[in-house]
């Protein structure tokens, strides 16, 4: 293996580090009487060969975890334009609100009286979580944004069994995020795709000639992932609404109407809110996230179990005499560490930080719509808090959208979201959020015509890229043919 | 930057918003914290909530976390990184994906791993949707009712759609599986049988020999573990099972009232192409360097939308991250220490209790670290009354659904845990006992 670059070799496994005997901490000696473990547990039970986990001192467990930690692209280096993504910057004061002893400590078991700290953060999120989606009850428990989505159709199918049919099918426009018809798959629907208008909106007409008593509800990411608000909203809901089915927001996109207008308004019955995403709480390299689910009145007494209730005397608790709940979709309350985050992201907006956010977001999203307009066409215009762009122009080089987004790398950014969503050809969606400074997008825009012009001029240049990152361009059939998932002693 | 868009106001940003949408109020929310102001008010709330001495358990447990987790997992260029889809700038989250799928499957003896689910209760669920998948003519799941009843809940709901019929296998007065029954129940509608050792009761459950009659019948088999155990104990794979998931939170991650935590989800390599959630695989660049990437994603909702295995999207990445750190800091010889401990201090506390007239409620049935006992009056009271001595004496049964025990305590056991705090246990729990 020939590295080009000694300062940046190739990691060794932590399994390669390993040598017998070695140890990276030390474990306490129980300071009861103690017996064989042969004594303790049956021999038909007991493991012959121990689980072959790495043996490895505690410096260089934390040499390793460095060095590879430094291969990766973060939000505290540089830019992600990832549309749809929302990576914002993560204050530094919400790491230290979620690690304070006393919420970090706290067995999800404690009794209620020993946990009211806790809980009265999960209801005071919850009342300004329904404040921003003009919603009147929420659920905090779904883990991601996906099992909100999950959750939301469970509330479809619950409404509509309790009226006596659970329906078949759900609405799903053809610009959504895939987890939305692989939600209601899950759910037990038929993912019905309706086709997007030429502006990239939600035809009413089209939607009307699907709807009908078969349909439980409509799914409708709102600005698009187009980055478009959907401004026949009202006779979206009225259509939905006549025919029996539920309005469902997919909150993706939500840090670009907070503070400005409210789905609870806009004719919505549920909608899925990230915290990952709009407030600020890390991505964590693919998790944890958390996804709370709004409602109606109507639809409120349906959501997981247990709710969070707040009594006359001041004290709270969790709910769990819900007799039509849909059940429980996490083995506890939810991801509270992220909403502690959340939670303090909030209070430090306040009612003034909140549209704020959403304002600054659309401002640089114009900003960079503006810049690169010109070079990179946008096949359905300017959007709201991210545009998708098309990669197709540069196809007559022999370049396709993967190989800019390859070659932004090289620029110490990361790539915008390509390929999505699917209505654009060689789709380049992105979405700079508020919290980039004029100086971050105009390098951006900078290295995005740069790319264009080498594009142009040496295509094999792009199309080769990227040259600075830690690895260049992976193998992927290679991994799908023989998928090596796992180390085994031997192996290398 | 107004005058490059070529708008004169902010306002013009918004006008896709009809009118009558747009909020003219503010929103009723109080005003913005400073930062001290924010700390004053987060501090105020976890001081209102109590640190308790945790005998706690049911599947969750108070286990050391080990300085370097915290230390490392905080570097910023893990926890602000988004999913790894750009491999070329994700090696460092790729890479430490794949050292957690491969000390998922030491610790399950199984053959690969994913990258992680949301809990262990979403893991369990998820594993029956694809045993469910895997057995095309088979349709009926059998779940013991050994296994935690929270985990059962998110099954019932996560199948409210698809309706797969599912039957409870029985227990024994010992509070095992009754495998008399379960082979009564097993048929050729079974497509897979649930089983999860140690059990809900702490009880170690005879996978082997479920897993022979499981098979027999054609049937999958899936265990439910708890990982700290997996140490000293049969591992689901070399049972037999066929998928094997569990609760990671035990290994490096906080307990932190619930979340967020991390799913262990394994299984045999037959079964890859059929596992839910993201998986990381090992291949080579363009100038033979070895490197990683997310794989066989043709399974996954990104790309195959509705006919996707699962709606999953995100891992807990760094959670699975924590638990990586954390087996890779305590190591081979550490994670067995961890476990014998918490044997060898639960046993202490079992003789201890039955000396001072504490009636187990399953005498005689093999523990791991968590036994349940009989308490006098309900364990809900007593809990109450041991928060003011400053201990949590565990978990009553009483509060989970399908458990008719009203004065059952189900107590765990950590390498944390003392002499003293034990003998404060058992003082407690005689105390309550005598009232």
Redesign the interface.
Known sequence: ????NPQNP??P???ER?HT???????????????P?AE???A?????K???????P?NE??R???A??????????AF?P?GS?T?KY?PK?N?????????????????T??????L??MWELGE?LK??SGMDAITLQP?????G??VG??LF??YHTAKGD?RRKVIIPDSA???N???????????LTLKSSKEGRMDPAALESVLGDDVAGVMLTNPNTLG??E?D??TIARLVHDAGGLLYMDGANLNA?M????PG??GYDIVHINLHKTFSS?????????GPVAVKEHLAHFL?LPTLRHDADGTYSLDWERPTS?????????????L?RAY?Y??????????ETA?AA???S??V???LGDTYEMPYGRG?HESVFSGAFLKKHGVRTLDV??RL?DFGM??PTIY?PLVVAEAIMTEPTETET?QELDRFCDAMLQIASEAAKDPDFVK?A?YS????????A???RQ??????AGDT | MMRVIGISSEAELFTDIPEKFRLNEPLDLPPALSEWEAVKLLHELAQDCQNLICFAGAGYYDHHVPAAVDHLIRRSEFYTAYTPYQAEVSQGTLQSIYEFQSMVCELMGLDVANASMYDGATAMAEAALMAHSIQKKRDKIILSITVNPHYRQVLETYNLGLRIPIEIGPRTSSGMTDLDSLADLLDDRTAAVIIQSPNFYGIIEDLAATAAMVHDAGALLIAVADPISLAVLKSPGECGADIAVGEGQPLGNALSFGGPVVGLFAAKQEYIRHMPGRIVGLTDDIEGRRGFVLTLQTREQHIRREKATSNICTNQGLNALAATVYMSTVGRQGLREVAEASAQIANYAFDQLVANGIEPLFPGAPFFREFAVRTRGTARTVIEQAAKRGILPGVALSRFPHIDIVDGLLIAFTEKRCKDEVDLLVDVLKEASDA
């Open positions: 293996m020939n590295d080009r190739t990691a496994l932590i399994f390993s005997g070695r140890r990276g901490t030390t474990v306490p000696r129980p300071d009861v009487p103690t017996r473990l303790l547990i049956p038909w039970a007991m493991r012959d121990p689980p072959g986990l790495p043996e490895v505690e467990v934390v390793h975890f460095t590879i930690s430094l291969k990766n692209h973060h939000v505290d280096k992600y990832l993504c990576m993560n004061v790491e230290a609100t979620a690690r304070l002893p006393g919420l970090s400590d706290l067995h999800p078991f404690q009794p009286a020993a946990v009211q700290g806790a009265r953060l300004a404040e921003i883990a991601a944004g996906a099992q989505e999950l159709a469970f199918r619950a659970p995020h895939g987890t018809p692989a939600t209601v798959t899950m759910a037990g629907y038929e993912a478009k608000f401004s909203i009202e109407l503070g400005i207008t409210r308004d806009l890390p991505h964590g390299g693919g998790g944890p996230g958390a997981p849909i059940g429980k979709v996490h083995g506890f309350w939810g991801n509270f560490g992220v502690v303090t909030i209070r430090m907006l306040g009612r003034e930080g909140i549209p304002r659309a401002l640089n114009a900003y719509a503006a810049r709201m987004a390859k790398l990361h790539a999505f004029k080769n990227p990152t830690p690895v260049r361009r992976l193998d992927e290679k991994a799908n998928p090596n998932v796992r180390y085994r």
